[in-house]
């Protein structure tokens, strides 16, 4: 069942309905401009019929491609809940989660669901008093996470600089939203980095399969995540995605590695870096910095500086760009 996500107790009504009565619920971005809802909903019917258990069809943010339909069942979204809220320590009686994301995407769907699930009360007024909340790293920059008990932050961010109530998590559309809390592996979910360093995760709140049909996890239940990165004494630390890696004069950069660094200069307020074509390098290095005075913008020296004094010299940018603002999808996700 194709549902109109609008931010509100009726759209919590409705899901809770469908439930009842058995369905699935496909949550469609009423944000989207018509042809694109159109085309979004004609690409979730082609599949099989969702079987007995099956809870929610949440399409991936289609970033490099088209966009697929995730199928979650109850199952996994219980035994996700249940262990977000043993991280959280999260009290129904005194707990109040907002719902402060588009509904449409599994970060602010998975409020949703676990304030549904935990009987947590849920409110979508930022002026509540909620103590939990969600959030993309561009909201985390413009409002007080002082007022939470707990924000959720995903995504690439300057973690260095965060209150000490913001937790950096990691997870997919596929696995049902955050597995990973600062580094650690929620209770039953396991992480492993191949020889590769692309990341892979087992437990039980992955998907069943895409709306196609198509299982992507292999034999064993491991799920390729596409994400590079490392375990280390059980600590999950995520390089990027592995399309995301530049390889300039034969050396491997990884964008997430030098982000935060550029982010930690005083004169930036936004950083993000990107690898384009170059005849001698193969790729070059490029910084794209939103600066806090669009007047005095940093040199690319002091930045390249910054980044020698932590990382290996190729990881320095050799380009600048100066921008107002940085790329991103409608879900807030950076986008190279």
Known sequence: MAVDAVPG?????????????????????????????????????PGDAVQP????????????????GVVLTHDALALSTAAVSKRLGVDPATDLWLAGLPLGH??????????????????????????????????LERQDPGRF?????????????????????????????????????????????DSEDQLWVRGPTTLRCYRDGVDPKDADGWLPTGDVGAVVDGVVSVFGRADDRIVTGGEKVWPGQVEPILAAHPAVAEAMV?????????QRVVALIVPVDA?????????????RAVLPAWCAPKQLEVVSALPRTASGKRRR
């Open 9 to 45: 107790l009726r759209f919590v009504e409705g899901l809770r309905r469908a439930w009842n009565a058995g369905d699935a619920v496909f949550p469609v971005d009423p944000r989207l401009p018509p042809p694109a809802r159109a085309a979004l909903v004609a690409a979730m019917r």
């Open 295 to 307: 007047v005095r913008p940093p040199a690319l020296d002091e930045l390249r500086e910054l980044v």
């Open 53 to 68: 258990g099956d809870a929610l069809v949440v399409a991936t943010s289609g970033s490099t491609g088209a966009p697929k």
């Open 106 to 139: 599994i970060g602010g769907l998975g409020v949703v669901v676990r304030a549904m699930l935990s009987a947590t009360p849920l409110t979508f007024d930022p002026a509540a008093g909620a103590t939990l909340t969600s959030m993309v790293a561009t909201q």
């Open 149 to 193: 008990r707990v924000v959720l932050v995903g995504g690439s961010a300057d973690w260095r600089r965060r209150p000490a109530n913001v937790v950096h998590t990691y997870g997919l559309t596929e696995t049902g939203g955050g597995i990973v809390y600062d580094g650690i592996a929620l209770d039953g979910v396991e992480v492993r980095a």
């Open 274 to 282: 990107v690898g384009r074509l170059d005849d001698e390098w193969g």
